[in-house]
Structures are given as C-alpha cells and as structure tokens.
C-alpha cells in the first residue's frame, strides 16, 4: 500500500476513536447533568449542610463543564481526521502518480517527436534517419502503453488514461513496421498525421483532467 492508503486509514481509524470517545463523554456528560440537576434542587435547611451543599453543587457544575469541554474537544477531532481522510482519499483518487506522471509527460515528447520526423518526410528529408528515429520511438510507446494506470485512481480517470496508453501502444505498435517505401507514400504519412492529432485531442483532455499545464511541457522541449 501507498503512503496515501496508510494515511487514510491510520486519520479514518483516528476519526472512529474519536467519534467513539465522543459518545461516551457524552453519556457521561449528561449523567453529571443529571445529577448537577437533582442536586440542585435538594432543600436544606440546616445552614452548615447548605453551604457543604453549594460546594457540592459548585464543584459538579465545574466538572460538568469540563465534560462538555472534552465532548466538544473530542468531536472537533473526529471532524478534523474525519476531514483530513476524506481528502488523502480524495487525493490519491485524482492526483497522479509519479510513474503515470512520467509516462503522460515523456510520451507527450515522443507523439511530438513522430510528429516531427513525419512532417520532415514531406519535407524530403533522408528516409533512412526518420526510419531508424521512428522505430526508436515507437518502441518506447509501446513500452509506456503496456503500463496500466495506478489502481488508487478513481475508475473514471483510470478508464480514461488506460484508453489513452491503448492509443500510445496502438499507435506505437503501428509505427514499428514503417520503412522508408512508406516514408516517401504521402497517403501514408497523412495516415499517421491523423491519427496523431487525434491522439493529441486525447492527450490534451488527459492534461486537462489531471492539471497538467501543457505550456510548461512546450518549455521544456
């Protein structure tokens, strides 16, 4: 388990403890009331045993409070852990980890990179250069696309960044039986510049999902 699960169980079981030691301060609390109550309203007439009343009733009437006091105090806690394991869950569920993070950022280049060397194809640059780059990068895509999303995501974003390693995969897979005949057949380049564009709407709802700003990418390159 992740640093994140152990966190949200070890605040989760705080919260319970909490809640539980509330209650029970509670019971208590009300049961100092009730004597609090019952004692206040004892009549005496002896001044001696009066006075020792008062005190009595004093000193319970300060116990009381303090029990309430601690109620109060022991609820605050609950909330607060009760809070605080709400968001790490939170957390985990939408925030990416750092191999996920790694694989969305370097195929980014490596989509940029394809797209790069197809467009130096209609260029007529030397098909034998783009050739062996193209296959250098399509084995990578391939390698991040048999990844799978980390399994603390919530399903929704998990199903969404899986769909995207199938297309780097896909798109990989595809690209490692290019050959230089291919490079030079326009049809076949547009093939591939479709396609990457269509990866990169995918790729852009990805970035948008999980708050990755893409102008800090573009200076990195």
């Known amino acids: 388990m ?4 152990w966190a949200f169980i070890a605040l989760l079981s705080c919260a319970i403890l909490f809640f539980l030691f509330s209650i029970l301060s ?4 009300i049961q100092m009331r009730t004597k609090y109550t019952t004692l206040k309203t004892k009549k005496t007439k002896n001044k ?4 020792k009343l008062k005190k009595v009733i004093n000193k319970k009437h300060k116990a009381m409070k303090k029990q309430f006091r601690r109620v109060i105090l022991l609820f605050l806690l609950m909330l607060v852990m009760a809070g605080g394991a709400a968001y790490s869950r939170y957390y985990q569920q939408t925030t990416l980890e750092k191999e996920d993070a790694n694989i969305i950022v370097q195929s980014y280049f490596l989509i940029e990179e394809v797209d790069k060397q197809l467009t130096s194809a209609q260029e007529g640059a030397s098909a034998e250069a783009i050739e062996e ?4 990068v399509s084995s990578l895509l391939v390698t ?3 990844n799978k999303a980390f399994g603390g995501l919530s399903l929704d974003r998990q199903k969404s960044l899986n769909r995207y390693y199938t297309k780097i995969r896909e798109l990989g897979a595809n690209l490692s039986n290019v050959n230089r005949e291919k490079i030079a057949t326009t049809e076949y380049i547009e093939t591939y510049q479709k396609t990457i564009k269509q990866l990169q709407t995918n790729q ?11 102008s800090a990418l573009k200076q990195k390159k």
């Open 133 to 136: 780059r193209i296959r250098e």
């Open 48 to 51: 001696r045993k009066r006075k």
């Open 2 to 5: 992740s640093i994140l699960d």
């Open 26 to 29: 509670l019971v208590f609390a």
């Open 204 to 214: 852009k709802n990805i970035f948008k999902l999980f708050g990755i700003n893409e």
């Open 144 to 146: 991040y696309g048999n």
